[in-house]
């Protein structure tokens, strides 16, 4: 996986009934792109460190 600042991040819920997180990606520290990366839930604006798992995806940015 690999993801730029401004990326969004997807995660599918992993059980029946759990809701799909998205997220902004504010920061990447690693300069290959790879995870973790700093990510603003768009449903909390909470930031957090995140290591997604096989249930996450990135949607890149349009230049």
Same mark, same amino acid.
């Given at each position: 996986m690999i993801a730029h600042t401004g =990326?969004?991040?997807v995660l599918?819920?992993?059980h029946v009934? *759990?809701?799909q997180r998205v997220g902004d990606i504010v920061e990447v520290p690693?300069? =290959?792109g790879t995870p973790p990366y700093r990510v603003r839930w768009l *449903?909390?604006?909470h930031e957090a460190l995140v290591f997604?798992?096989?249930e996450g995806h990135v949607e890149h940015r349009a230049n």
């Open positions: =990326d969004r991040l599918k819920g992993i009934g *759990d809701p690693h300069p =290959d *449903d909390t604006d997604p798992g096989p």
